[in-house]
């Protein structure tokens, strides 16, 4: 497998966070790193897929009944806050 080179900035805090981490699970800091970055881009892709399959269920169901109320998006909003699967700035973003 081809690699390539890349550097990263992170504060002295994070550098040695990511150091233990490292260590602890017998690894080199550059092999944990990228595992990291992709899980974390795996993760990014997964709640990508959720919020489009949220939004089509709801043009779904808003095409057969009609514009969710205002108070049913609220509360989808907050429980989709809360269970981490929505941020503040995401849902502003989203409109």
């Keep these: 497998m081809t690699v390539r080179k890349l550097s990263i900035s992170v504060p002295p805090e994070v550098e040695e966070i990511i150091k233990a981490a490292a260590a602890e699970e017998g ?10 970055a992709v ?7 997964l709640n ?17 009944h ?3 109320p205002k108070e049913s ?3 989808a909003r907050e429980f989709m806050m809360e269970a ?4 503040d700035d995401s849902w502003r973003a989203a409109g």
Excluded: M
């Design 39 to 45: 899980e974390k881009a795996r993760v990014a892709a």
């Design 66 to 68: 009609g514009e969710l």
């Design 73 to 75: 998006r609220r509360r």
């Design 84 to 87: 981490g699967l929505l941020d």
């Design 27 to 36: 690894k080199a800091v550059s092999t944990w790193v990228a595992e990291a």
């Design 48 to 64: 990508t897929q959720g919020r489009a399959a949220a939004q089509e269920l709801v043009a779904e169901y808003e095409s057969e």
